[in-house]
Nanobody
Protein backbone atom coordinates (compact mmCIF):
# COMPACT_ATOMS: atom_id res chain seq x y z
CA UNK A 1 0.00 0.00 0.00
CA UNK A 2 1.04 3.55 -0.68
CA UNK A 3 -0.40 6.58 1.06
CA UNK A 4 -0.16 9.93 -0.70
CA UNK A 5 -0.69 13.34 0.89
CA UNK A 6 -0.68 16.51 -1.19
CA UNK A 7 0.14 19.99 0.09
CA UNK A 8 1.00 23.42 -1.24
CA UNK A 9 -2.29 24.44 -2.81
CA UNK A 10 -3.86 27.82 -2.23
CA UNK A 11 -5.13 31.04 -3.75
CA UNK A 12 -2.84 32.92 -6.12
CA UNK A 13 -3.25 35.70 -8.66
CA UNK A 14 -2.91 35.04 -12.35
CA UNK A 15 0.74 35.04 -13.33
CA UNK A 16 1.82 33.76 -9.94
CA UNK A 17 3.46 30.51 -8.90
CA UNK A 18 2.81 27.61 -6.55
CA UNK A 19 4.71 24.44 -5.75
CA UNK A 20 2.71 21.37 -4.90
CA UNK A 21 4.22 18.52 -2.92
CA UNK A 22 3.09 14.93 -2.54
CA UNK A 23 4.51 12.95 0.37
CA UNK A 24 4.46 9.20 -0.06
CA UNK A 25 4.49 6.63 2.72
CA UNK A 26 4.02 2.92 3.02
CA UNK A 27 6.47 2.12 0.25
CA UNK A 28 9.63 4.05 -0.48
CA UNK A 29 9.81 5.65 -3.88
CA UNK A 30 13.45 4.65 -4.21
CA UNK A 31 12.72 0.93 -3.89
CA UNK A 32 9.27 0.71 -5.40
CA UNK A 33 9.89 1.84 -8.97
CA UNK A 34 6.62 3.72 -8.90
CA UNK A 35 5.65 6.05 -11.70
CA UNK A 36 3.97 9.18 -10.39
CA UNK A 37 1.55 11.68 -11.81
CA UNK A 38 -0.43 14.83 -11.17
CA UNK A 39 -4.04 15.07 -12.27
CA UNK A 40 -6.54 17.87 -11.80
CA UNK A 41 -10.27 18.21 -11.63
CA UNK A 42 -12.20 21.44 -12.08
CA UNK A 43 -15.79 21.77 -10.82
CA UNK A 44 -18.21 19.88 -13.03
CA UNK A 45 -15.46 18.36 -15.12
CA UNK A 46 -13.73 15.00 -15.29
CA UNK A 47 -10.35 14.43 -13.74
CA UNK A 48 -7.69 15.14 -16.32
CA UNK A 49 -4.01 14.46 -16.74
CA UNK A 50 -1.56 17.27 -15.98
CA UNK A 51 1.93 15.76 -15.69
CA UNK A 52 3.71 12.47 -15.02
CA UNK A 53 7.19 11.17 -14.34
CA UNK A 54 8.63 7.69 -14.63
CA UNK A 55 10.15 5.77 -11.75
CA UNK A 56 13.64 7.27 -11.89
CA UNK A 57 12.75 10.73 -13.12
CA UNK A 58 14.29 10.12 -16.51
CA UNK A 59 11.11 10.80 -18.47
CA UNK A 60 8.43 13.40 -17.95
CA UNK A 61 5.14 14.05 -19.70
CA UNK A 62 2.82 17.05 -19.75
CA UNK A 63 -0.52 17.92 -21.15
CA UNK A 64 -0.28 20.66 -23.76
CA UNK A 65 -2.16 23.13 -21.55
CA UNK A 66 0.63 23.19 -18.95
CA UNK A 67 3.71 22.50 -21.07
CA UNK A 68 6.35 25.16 -20.55
CA UNK A 69 4.72 26.42 -17.35
CA UNK A 70 4.65 23.37 -15.05
CA UNK A 71 7.56 21.16 -14.04
CA UNK A 72 7.17 17.76 -12.41
CA UNK A 73 10.03 16.33 -10.38
CA UNK A 74 10.65 13.73 -7.71
CA UNK A 75 13.07 13.24 -4.84
CA UNK A 76 13.09 9.53 -4.14
CA UNK A 77 15.32 9.97 -1.11
CA UNK A 78 12.64 12.20 0.45
CA UNK A 79 9.73 10.13 -0.84
CA UNK A 80 8.27 13.27 -2.35
CA UNK A 81 6.81 14.30 -5.70
CA UNK A 82 6.63 17.95 -6.74
CA UNK A 83 4.80 20.09 -9.24
CA UNK A 84 6.21 23.56 -9.81
CA UNK A 85 3.52 25.69 -11.39
CA UNK A 86 4.49 29.03 -12.93
CA UNK A 87 2.57 31.65 -14.88
CA UNK A 88 -0.67 30.34 -13.48
CA UNK A 89 -3.91 31.07 -15.29
CA UNK A 90 -7.51 31.11 -14.02
CA UNK A 91 -8.16 27.97 -16.09
CA UNK A 92 -5.62 26.13 -13.91
CA UNK A 93 -8.09 26.36 -11.03
CA UNK A 94 -8.85 22.81 -9.88
CA UNK A 95 -8.27 20.23 -7.21
CA UNK A 96 -4.88 18.70 -7.91
CA UNK A 97 -4.36 15.00 -7.17
CA UNK A 98 -1.16 13.05 -6.79
CA UNK A 99 -1.16 9.48 -8.08
CA UNK A 100 1.21 6.51 -8.04
CA UNK A 101 1.41 3.59 -10.41
CA UNK A 102 2.93 0.20 -9.75
CA UNK A 103 4.08 0.27 -13.36
CA UNK A 104 7.44 1.98 -13.63
CA UNK A 105 6.64 3.93 -16.74
CA UNK A 106 4.22 6.84 -16.69
CA UNK A 107 0.98 7.17 -18.62
CA UNK A 108 -1.67 9.84 -19.04
CA UNK A 109 -4.76 7.86 -18.11
CA UNK A 110 -6.28 7.67 -14.66
CA UNK A 111 -6.74 3.91 -14.92
CA UNK A 112 -2.96 3.43 -15.02
CA UNK A 113 -2.59 4.59 -11.42
CA UNK A 114 -3.21 2.47 -8.36
CA UNK A 115 -3.00 4.97 -5.52
CA UNK A 116 -4.41 8.46 -5.13
CA UNK A 117 -4.13 11.28 -2.66
CA UNK A 118 -7.05 13.33 -1.33
CA UNK A 119 -6.22 16.37 -3.43
CA UNK A 120 -5.25 19.98 -2.79
CA UNK A 121 -7.20 22.99 -4.04
CA UNK A 122 -5.52 25.46 -6.37
CA UNK A 123 -7.43 28.65 -7.12
CA UNK A 124 -6.11 31.25 -9.56
CA UNK A 125 -7.83 34.61 -9.55
CA UNK A 126 -7.90 36.89 -12.57
Amino acid sequence: QVQLVESGGGLVQAGGSLRLSCAASGRTLARSNLAMGWFRQAPGQEREFAAAINWNGGRTYYTDAVKGRFTISRDNAKNTLYLQMNTLKPEDTAVYYCAASLYGEAERTTGWYHYWGQGTQVTVSS
